[in-house]
C-alpha cells in the first residue's frame, strides 16, 4: 500500500508544481486546493505536502542539475515535463531512501500519463543521465550485484 500511496502523492505534487509553474501562485495555497478539492484518500499525504513544498523551495538547485543535460533552454521544455523532471531530480537528489529505478520509473509514469507523445522518452533518457550523475554509489552497487 505505501507504494501505491506514495505514486499518488507523487502524481498530485507533479500536478501542483505544473500548476505553480503555470500561476506562480503560493505553493501552501496550492496544496490547500488540492486537499479541497482532491480525493486524499490512499494518498501520502506528508509525501505529497514535503514533495511539493520542497520542490518549490529548491528549484533553483534542482534546475542547474537539468539545465546541462538539454539541448535547449529550460523555459523551451514541454511545462508537464518540466514539473515531471524536477520531481524527479527531487527525489535522486534529495531523498536518497527512494531507489533511483523506482524514480525514474516513476518519472516515466507520470510523463506517459500527463505528457505529450514521446515526452516519456525525452523524460526516460534524461532522468538516466541525472541518476548516473547523482546517484554514482547506488548504480555502481547495483551493477556489480
Excluded at 49 to 54: F, K
Excluded at 108 to 125: D, I, M, P, S, Y
Aim: charged share 30%; proline share 3%; no cysteine.
Amino acid at each position: 500500500m505505501k507504494g501505491n500511496a506514495r505514486s499518488r502523492a507523487r502524481r498530485l505534487a507533479m500536478q501542483a508544481i505544473f500548476e505553480w509553474q503555470m500561476t506562480a501562485n503560493d505553493p501552501q495555497s496550492i496544496i490547500a486546493q488540492t486537499h479541497a478539492e482532491q480525493n486524499m484518500k490512499n494518498v501520502d499525504d506528508d509525501y505529497f505536502v514535503a514533495l511539493t513544498t520542497n520542490i518549490v523551495n529548491h528549484v533553483t538547485a534542482i534546475d542547474e542539475h537539468i539545465t546541462p543535460l538539454l539541448s535547449r533552454e529550460l523555459g523551451e521544455v514541454d511545462l508537464v515535463e518540466k514539473a515531471v523532471l524536477r520531481l524527479g531530480v527531487y527525489e535522486l537528489a534529495y531523498r536518497p531512501d527512494v531507489p533511483y529505478k523506482v524514480v525514474i520509473n516513476e518519472a516515466v509514469e507520470l510523463a506517459k500519463t500527463f505528457g505529450a507523445e514521446q515526452g516519456h522518452r525525452f523524460v526516460n533518457g534524461l532522468m538516466d543521465k541525472l541518476a548516473e550523475k547523482i546517484r554514482t554509489v547506488e548504480i555502481e552497487k547495483n551493477r556489480k550485484k
